[in-house]
């Protein structure tokens, strides 16, 4: 017998069966009438997927290209400390259906974001990288698209100052993107 009361859902329809099957569970542990299901197995963790990326900055070039951080060592990064970069090629190597499509772009000093790269892919222009060689940037959008279970986490390091808080994916953390304006 159900009657109308303040609880703010419904117990009959739709999740009935399952309440009642979890209360006699419970009831059935509580007085060994029956053994306690035995629990859910935790998740086994997803595959980690290979990341691997490149900074260009004005005085030193393309810089050799970094795979996933590692273990924070100093080689562990993309870039000269120091030197703002200007251009950024990144990739999920490996089969696309297994690792995804990484999406990328940078943010102008003084301007606005420039368009999205996905992994080392050509524009009409040619070119395979974010941004332009030229203009300082000041942040990074990142996203992992075709891969569910996986996300992608990133940070940036800031001229004169320290490392940012990690971000993940584009549109998690303080403002969606890793860096700071100006």
Excluded at 34 to 46: D, F, L, R, S
Excluded at 63 to 91: C, F, H, N, Q
Excluded at 137 to 160: E, F, W
Aim: with cysteine; aromatic share 14%.
């Amino acid at each position: 017998y159900f009657s109308a009361t303040a609880c703010p859902g419904q117990i009959y329809g739709a999740q009935k069966d399952a309440y009642i099957k979890k209360a006699q569970e419970w009831f059935d542990a509580m007085t060994g009438t029956k053994p306690a299901p035995a629990p859910t197995p935790a998740p086994v963790p997803a595959k980690k997927i290979d990341v691997v990326y490149q900074c260009y900055d004005r005085t030193h070039g393309w810089l050799g290209e970094v795979d996933t951080y590692l273990d924070g060592s100093a080689d562990d990064y993309a870039g000269w400390m120091g030197y703002p970069i200007t251009g950024l090629r990144a990739k999920t190597p490996g089969d696309a259906s297994e690792v995804g499509n990484l999406q990328y772009r940078l943010h102008a000093l003084g301007g606005g974001w420039f368009n999205w790269r996905e992994d080392y892919s050509t524009d009409s222009s040619g070119d395979t990288f974010a941004g332009d060689l030229a203009a300082a940037c000041d942040g990074l959008q990142m996203t992992l698209k075709n891969c569910p279970g996986h996300k992608i986490r990133y940070r940036v390091h800031i001229t004169g100052g320290d490392w940012l808080p990690w971000v993940t994916e584009y549109g998690d953390g303080d403002n969606g993107y890793a860096g700071i304006w100006g």
